[in-house]
Nanobody, 124 residues
Framework: QVQLVESGGGLVQAGGSLRLSCAAS????????MGWYRQAPGKQRELVAA???????NSADSVKGRFTISRDNAKNTVTLQMNSLKPEDTAVYYC??????????????????WGQGTQVTVSS
């Protein structure tokens, strides 16, 4: 069983910065992608940014140029640096990871794992 623990949310004024961190622990075999989703009140959960074990990233158009995702594979951590925050970035941010387990035929299957969520509030 793999668990994700997030930290770093909070309240910030528009234009400010926050850093979110997430650490995976437990029975880790391998972790493929890690990343962040967010969900604002009344809206669907959306991908913010993700990073694969090889370092390739993708992010939502709305955060490009403002948010940076990074990862430490040795420590199984992922960080989201959020700059130039806007009120529309207000949401609960969820860390996620694709946690691998080996099947009986020796292939790897990846299960999605979610953190508990951390609130980010940007005031205007």
């Amino acid at each position: 069983q793999v668990q994700l623990v997030e930290s770093g949310g909070g309240l910030v004024q528009a234009g400010g910065s926050l850093r979110l961190s997430c650490a995976a622990s437990g029975s880790i075999v391998s972790i493929r992608a890690m990343g962040w989703y967010r969900q604002a009140p009344g809206k669907q959960r959306e991908l913010v940014a993700a990073i694969r074990s090889g370092g390739s990233t993708n992010s939502a158009d709305s955060v490009k140029g403002r948010f940076t995702i990074s990862r430490d594979n040795a420590k199984n951590t992922v960080t989201l640096q959020m700059n130039s925050l806007k009120p529309e970035d207000t949401a609960v941010y969820y860390c996620y990871a694709e946690s691998g387990r080996r099947l009986s035929d020796n292939t790897m299957y990846y299960d999605p794992v979610w953190g508990q969520g951390t609130q980010v509030t940007v005031s205007s």
